[in-house]
């Protein structure tokens, strides 16, 4: 690029904070050994959710296998169509997940069963509590260490309240200033003045001034105390300072979603040109996943998906919304037949479920942002939106799998 997206100054600050945690050799080191299974099992029994993860383990046993449909219907591939990876989102943390757990085990004998998603995506709020007292860690070992899902992307929103103490010290590592208001309990959050809507406040796509350092510090503290490794991000300019900031460190990623998609060709070349500016040796980036927006045509998917391949850039995938909340984009938005068409093209793509296409209780924007005792008070409710969206991924998959598509599910579906 003709000037740099990032100063040196920038880069200055952005490695002293990488240094604060311990540097890249021991972020990476403790991601890996915080996603073993025994390790958090361990944890977890401490923290008083052992119970929880052995009726988990017991649950799992229970699945419908894609294998045996595959073997059932006599399904063959067609080497010419893409993959479809099935994503699920919504798994509000760990008494929602373990109730879509039963749900799921118990459609297995059903005639609509429920396969495990390949990729989840959680909006609960990073809190201390959430981060700290075993919830997400219980969260991430259902998902990733027993359902055997791929990828868990966790949702870091740089407006929450953080303890005032950790933003005096992020202004004595970094040396800058964070303009924050007193939410009490010795807590603080940061003042988001161009962000006046209740979403845009909580969805925390403001990054003035250098709030991308509080999203880089958030995510940081999250892998080391959980092992989660992928996150979504808030905005432009976190986008650059992730992707520096994640150069030297290859279990540390973001998707970008929701709140920026990218909707069209330009916005994507956008994201290309940022991430060919802080390549990895190995041409991959700390970007994992792009949701191609909801207003983009089957063509402009498929265009993207050359364009990036074009790049050499490598292991970046494309996901697009098939289904979104009721209150999140156009009524009646069904992106279905588009993704058939994105797929017997012989492009790869994610297909996401943010809703099941029904306007249930609970499969709203609103929904994301309970507060904690109200979320867990509606644990089956929530839990039963998810498994109703893992419904709809299963079903859909099975008829592209008809077709000859082949569609990747969780590991326990196999």
Request: charged residues 25%.
């Amino acid at each position: 690029m003709f000037f740099k997206l990032l100063s040196d100054a920038d880069m200055k600050v952005i490695d002293k904070l990488k240094e604060f945690h311990g540097g890249a050799n021991h972020i990476v080191n403790t991601i890996k050994e915080m996603r073993v299974f025994e390790t958090r099992k361990k944890i977890l029994a401490e923290k008083g959710y052992g119970k929880m993860i052995e009726d988990a383990e017991q649950l799992v046993k229970k699945f419908a296998k894609a294998g045996d449909y595959e073997k059932e219907n006599n399904i063959s591939y067609n080497d010419n169509f893409g993959v479809a990876t099935a994503q699920v989102s919504g798994w509000q943390g760990a008494p929602v997940t373990h109730h879509a757990m039963k749900r799921i085990a118990e459609s297995a004998e059903t005639a609509e069963p429920c396969f495990v998603p390949s990729e989840f995506i959680s909006v609960v709020a990073l809190t201390d509590n959430y981060v700290y007292n075993g919830d997400l860690m219980a969260t991430l070992t259902m998902a990733e260490n027993i359902m055997k899902g791929s990828k868990f992307c966790s949702t870091n929103l740089i407006g929450i309240p953080n303890p005032e103490k950790r933003f005096i010290e992020l202004e004595k590592i970094t040396g800058k200033k964070f303009e924050r208001a007193d939410a009490g309990n010795g807590l603080s959050n940061l003042i988001l003045k161009n962000q006046g809507t209740f979403f845009g406040n909580f969805g925390g796509i403001e990054v003035a001034n250098d709030n991308h350092l509080i999203y880089l510090d958030g995510i940081t503290r999250t892998a080391l105390a959980t092992g989660a490794d992928f996150f979504l991000n808030p905005s432009w300019s976190t986008i650059v300072a992730i992707c520096y900031y994640g150069r030297d460190i290859p279990n540390l990623h973001i998707k970008i979603s929701m709140l920026l998609a990218t909707q069209n060709l330009v916005q994507f070349r956008m994201l290309l040109n940022i991430m060919k500016e802080y390549l990895r040796d190995d041409m991959t980036s700390s970007l994992y996943e792009i949701n191609i927006g909801n207003g983009v045509s089957p063509e402009n998917f498929i265009r993207c998906a050359k364009e990036l391949k074009e790049s050499g850039i490598k292991g970046v995938s494309l996901c697009a919304h098939i289904y979104i909340n009721p209150d999140l984009g156009i009524e009646g938005f069904n992106w279905t037949e588009d993704m058939h068409k994105v797929l017997e093209s012989g492009t790869d793509m994610t297909y996401k479920y943010e809703s099941d296409g029904t306007a249930r209780e609970m499969d709203t924007m609103a929904t994301y942002f309970l507060p904690e005792d109200e979320r867990n008070a509606n644990a089956e409710k929530i839990g039963d939106v998810i498994f109703y969206k893992a419904i709809q991924a299963s079903k859909d998959g099975r008829d592209m799998m008809k077709k000859g598509i082949k569609v990747l599910f969780g590991g326990s579906s196999y």
